[in-house]
């Protein structure tokens, strides 16, 4: 895995993300975030992205749009379901 460098000039803060070569395809990017960079607090603490969480909406809604700005403004995000446990 590699970690990239956010890029500057956009409007939300990116956070770092790594990547992996065995990932790669054609017109897809992809990446795997640390807790770093995000807006949550508590137990959701840093960079929730889930959804169906219990988080605060509008912090979800930051974090979500600081992972976007790590890819471009004119990516679609697509997520996963993680579970914990």
Known sequence: MTE???HGGLHHAAPPHFS???LA???LRHGFFTRHGGVSQGIYGALNCGLGSGDDRAAIAENRARVQASFGKDTVLTGVHQVHG
């Open 4 to 6: 990239n460098e956010p």
């Open 20 to 22: 992996s070569p065995h």
């Open 25 to 27: 395809a054609p017109a």
